[in-house]
């Protein structure tokens, strides 16, 4: 996560210090909060929905933390992953609620997210459009997209979160990128 | 067109995001605190910086295994499952859910996954066949209880200043039913990790558990179909569904919500649902597609409370009793709450020790409540 070999060694050895004693975990929590809470705010659009994935986030990483094996790149890519996982739960559970309703509700909340101002209502509506039409995607594809344009995370470590290589990871994105496209077709044809 | 695509995908991961509510991040770290000091007893076996993922997953196997196998083999182990776990006769109890809610001896709720339930000093509470002593902490994970009995951090066996006279006494037996304690003081919860509450809203002066006048608003009881909460009686047996009738009132330092409502023949649960908004009025709650604070089985025989994040400006709560297939058989009216919080030069106790409890009001002044119309 960190480019600075002492930030990453440091961030190493917080980690290490979490699995022994886990309230170390508060401090990987804080740095990282912002981070995750604004790709799950980016994904879903809605305040609520993003703390609740944010909080699965985090919760699920403290159990599991036992099972995370240091790799270059370090925890964040490994947190952000959870993070994707969590995110594609979400939609599954949605689409399993109701596709129909659950499209309208999530464009709703589409909406209503940040008061920006008026001239920003035209972008904030294709943003919106272009997230709907994701939810239509395989979860691969939805977790790559996600991961690489959404997460603030450069290449290589959104590559690292979807745990493939650099290239796999650029083949997968082009490939989802086309899917997307396709389904905003579909989805201006309905 | 690709290039197109990946333009605006570019947008979105540019747009603005706003930070996370402090309170919601506060709540967060509290919560997972409680959960590190839970998980850190339950598996103290973990070996730091240990390389072999396969060998922690097969020990984690392995561990799991021998669990399952004493689960089966010793009937009062730590952890027991629970087929719905259900807080019952909560005192003085925090429940934190997993989106970093907080419920104060919330009655009846129907625990959800990665509930933590933290019995505060003098407090108790029972869910399912365990009871829960002060000090012991609950969690719920993957539909199952475990339950750490471990005295609180600075608080002295056998009581503390802080405990109210009119205290539950303690129950002697984990397992065994006990009597059921009546809730009628509730002490204040020092949660770890933030500052003792200065006011003690929450206390109640003894009261009785059930009206004893005619001319006293009915309390909520556990039984599935109680008398109308205000209609008279008629001779003949209507047919129109009775609504739960939700009331509901801010308390300050901290802000919280208080809460209850009365029963509805034939619902086998109820949905409390909340909408909130830091600017401007709150949406209208919604069911199921709106945030459900919690299901509960009946309603609180004595109101609970849940803490509102700061900034909110209003709060909108409805009831939404449930049959036992889970379709609607009821709604209660909307009840909008507007948060504002005292001037500082205002005593931080809003309701002292000697007045009378807050419930004790009929209708809230903060309360309004708005004709649901479906």
Redesign the interface.
């Known amino acids: 996560m960190d480019e600075h070999p002492d930030a990453e060694r440091d961030e190493r050895v917080l980690v290490e210090q979490a699995r022994v004693d886990p309230s170390a975990f508060a401090e990987l929590y804080r740095r990282y909060l912002p981070r995750v809470y604004a790709f799950a705010y980016r994904r879903t659009g809605a305040a609520e929905v993003a703390e609740d994935i944010t909080s699965a986030t985090f919760e699920r990483a403290l159990r599991n933390l036992g099972a995370f094996s240091w790799r270059p790149g370090g925890f964040g890519p490994w947190l952000f992953r959870i993070a994707a996982n969590e995110l594609v739960d979400h939609y599954r559970r949605s689409v399993r609620a109701g596709s129909p309703r659950a499209e309208d509700a999530a464009r709703r909340l589409q909406a209503q997210a940040a008061p920006d101002p008026a001239d920003e209502v035209g972008a904030r509506d294709a943003v919106a459009g272009l997230l709907a039409a994701m939810d239509e995607l395989s979860p691969r594809y939805q977790q790559a997209l996600a991961l690489r344009y959404l997460s603030g995370l450069t290449p290589d470590e959104a590559a690292r979160a979807l745990g493939t290589s650099k290239a796999t990871m650029a083949v997968v994105v082009h490939r989802a990128t086309r899917a997307l496209r396709r389904a905003l077709t579909v989805a201006d044809e309905r | 067109?690709?290039d197109d695509?990946?333009r605006?995908?570019?947008?979105?991961?540019r747009?603005?995001?706003?930070?996370?509510?402090p309170a919601?991040?506060d709540a967060?770290?509290a919560?997972?605190?409680a959960?590190?000091?839970t998980?850190?007893q339950a598996?103290p076996s973990?070996r730091?910086?240990?390389?072999?993922?396969r060998l922690?997953?097969g020990g984690?196997l392995l561990a799991g295994a021998v669990g399952i196998a004493l689960l089966f083999a010793v009937a009062s182990g730590p952890a027991r499952p629970v087929v719905a776990p259900e807080l019952s006769v909560p005192v003085n109890v925090e429940v934190a859910l997993?989106?970093?809610t907080v419920l104060e001896d919330p009655d009846g709720l129907r625990l959800p996954e990665?509930s933590v339930v933290r019995v505060g000093p003098g407090g108790s509470a029972r869910i399912g066949d365990t009871v829960l002593a002060p000090g012991d902490v609950a969690t719920v994970e993957h539909g199952r209880l475990h339950v750490e009995h471990d005295p609180p951090v600075g608080v002295v066996p056998g009581g503390t200043p802080t405990r109210s006279p009119h205290a539950t006494p303690t129950p002697t037996s984990r397992t065994s039913p006990s009597p059921r304690p009546t809730p009628t003081a509730t002490a204040p919860l020092v949660p770890s990790g933030s500052p003792a509450p200065t006011a003690t809203p929450a206390v109640t002066p003894t009261r009785p558990p059930l009206p004893s006048s005619p001319a006293q608003t009915p309390l909520p009881t556990r039984t599935q179909v109680p008398p109308p909460p205000t209609a008279s009686p008629t001779p003949s047996p209507t047919p129109t569904i009775i609504r739960p009738r939700l009331r509901a009132r801010v308390l300050y330092a901290p802000t919280r919500i208080r809460v209850t409502w009365t029963a509805t023949p034939d619902a086998a649960s109820y949905a409390l649902v909340v909408s909130r908004s830091r600017?401007g009025p709150a949406?209208r709650p919604r069911y199921?597609?709106g945030?459900i604070l919690g299901v509960f089985s009946y309603p609180p025989a004595t109101a609970f409370r849940f803490r509102v994040p700061d900034g909110v400006v209003e709060v909108r709560l409805m009831v939404v009793a449930l049959r036992a297939d889970g379709t609607v058989l009821a709604r209660s009216r909307i009840v909008t709450l507007a948060i504002t919080p005292p001037a500082p030069a205002v005593s931080a106790t809003p309701v002292s020790p000697t007045s009378p409890a807050p419930s004790a009001s009929p209708v809230p002044p903060s309360a309004s409540p708005v004709p649901s119309g479906g």
């Open positions: 067109m690709n695509i990946r605006r995908l570019e947008d979105a991961g747009q603005p995001v706003p930070g996370p509510d919601f991040a967060l770290e919560r997972l605190l959960v590190a000091g998980t850190q598996e973990s730091p910086g240990r390389p072999g993922r922690v997953l984690s997993a989106d970093g990665g600017l949406p199921p597609d945030r």
